[in-house]
């Protein structure tokens, strides 16, 4: 018993930092982190962290929000295909190996990482307001659809090819990214996570619990941590916390 508590506090407290640090789903760092200590199949560890990724991504959209670092309107473009495509990859997912579903999401985390350290994200919100409103509806639904896929797929939420479409295409300053982000990541990791339940059902009820508490509670913690932080110490603190976990997440997958 207490082997599991720790293995989903490690995994919560990864998952948390990174959900509220940049808007990294959970399911990268739950999904292996289950399947290699707990040995609970994979398809239903991914049910486990995008459960745990709905309360952490919304209280951090949230601590977001109240610092008013959240893009509510176009975020909502974003969502609605997004969700639609999310249905459609987590069916997808079924039919693949654990491999193909991880591998992805690791090497993401670990170029992102990389990129907010060596060229930070320093855009302004007075230059995001530059963008028309029509070019930034069509390459929302453009990039929602692609996002969405890749949340049923690999089962994370899309948050780190949102982050990185969000700051890199469609011009976001770096806390209203993860916001945005994180608000889009709560509907869409409790439509893949519905999704995963109602295909693979539960395999643990208190796996379940304890990832969904520590990563709400870390994610919490980053959250605020985040919105107090200057953008420089916000892309070198995002950029750290990406290259660790991503480098635990591949030490991880490297056992399996």
């Known amino acids: 018993m207490l082997h599991k508590i720790f293995i989903c506090f490690i995994s919560g407290m990864g998952a ?7 808007g990294m789903s959970a399911a990268a760092v739950i999904t292996p982190m289950l399947v290699t200590f707990l040995g609970i199949p994979a398809y ?3 049910g486990i962290a995008l459960a745990s990724d709905v309360l952490a991504s919304a209280v951090s959209a949230y601590t977001y929000g109240k610092n008013k670092n959240l893009d509510i309107r176009n975020g909502l473009v974003m969502m609605g295909t997004v969700l639609v495509f999310t249905l459609a990859g987590s069916w997808v997912s079924s039919l693949v190996s654990a491999s193909a579903m991880g591998n992805f999401s690791v090497f993401m985390t670990l170029l992102l990482g990389v990129k907010f350290i060596v060229k930070p994200v320093m855009t302004t919100k007075e230059s995001m307001k530059a ?11 453009c990039c929602g659809t ?9 089962g994370a939420g899309g948050g780190m090819m949102m982050l990185l479409i969000l700051t890199s295409v469609l011009s976001y300053e770096l806390k209203t990214a993860v916001g945005t982000s ?7 990791a409790f439509t893949g996570a519905v999704s ?3 295909i693979g059902g539960v395999a643990d009820w208190g796996v379940l619990l304890l990832c969904v508490l520590f990563t709400l509670l870390w994610a919490r913690l980053a959250a605020r941590f985040a919105n107090k932080s200057t953008p420089k110490v916000l892309n070198r603190a995002t950029g750290v916390v990406l290259v660790a976990l991503g480098a635990v997440i591949l030490g991880v997958n490297y056992l399996t």
Do not use: W
């Open 16 to 22: 948390g930092l990174g959900t509220g640090f940049a």
């Open 44 to 46: 239903q560890a991914v």
């Open 131 to 141: 963008v028309s409103a029509k070019k930034r509806f069509a390459q929302s639904v």
């Open 146 to 154: 692609a996002i969405g896929f890749i949340c049923g797929f690999i």
């Open 182 to 188: 994180v608000f889009i990541m709560s509907f869409t």
């Open 196 to 198: 995963h339940f109602a």
